[in-house]
């Protein structure tokens, strides 16, 4: 019991003292400024005006990095595709540039429609031939 009757005067003087703090507090002044501070502060403050951020010159700055990186890049597939080419097959230079594989006349005839009868695979006809 002695315990809780120390925890109340402790209580008791701690709230004494915030109300004499409280009251200090109020008794030292006012808490705003007088009157034109705001105009004084301003007339000394020289106009700066707010930072733009600019697009523009990002993204110019990244073109000029990335681009001649991009355009190396594109020339080192494009030698590595010639370098790659078959010798005996028909290609024109820009198809064997982009890796492209020759189209011929037997190869456009010789189409398989496997893509395009996953349907019936779906349907549970799995042992139909197209």
């Known amino acids: 019991m002695d315990g809780g009757m120390m925890d109340e005067r402790e209580s008791q003087q701690l709230t004494e003292s915030q109300?004499?703090?409280?009251?200090?507090?109020?008794a030292a002044g006012p808490t705003s400024f007088g009157p034109g501070f705001v105009e004084r502060v301003m007339a000394r403050v020289p106009e700066v005006p707010a930072p733009v951020i600019v697009l523009d010159s990002a993204l110019r700055r990244q073109f000029r990095r990335l681009?001649?990186?991009?355009?190396?890049?594109?020339?080192?597939?494009?030698?590595?595709?010639?370098?790659?080419?078959?010798?005996g097959m028909e290609q024109s230079t820009i198809e064997a540039a982009l890796g492209l594989e020759p189209v011929t006349l037997d190869g456009a005839y010789s189409f398989e429609p496997t893509l395009y009868t996953s349907s019936s695979t779906v349907s549970g006809d799995e042992g139909a031939q197209p």
């Open 67 to 87: 681009v001649p990186l991009a355009a190396a890049v594109m020339v080192g597939l494009a030698a590595h595709n010639l370098i790659l080419s078959p010798a």
């Open 19 to 26: 109300r004499k703090l409280a009251a200090e507090l109020r």
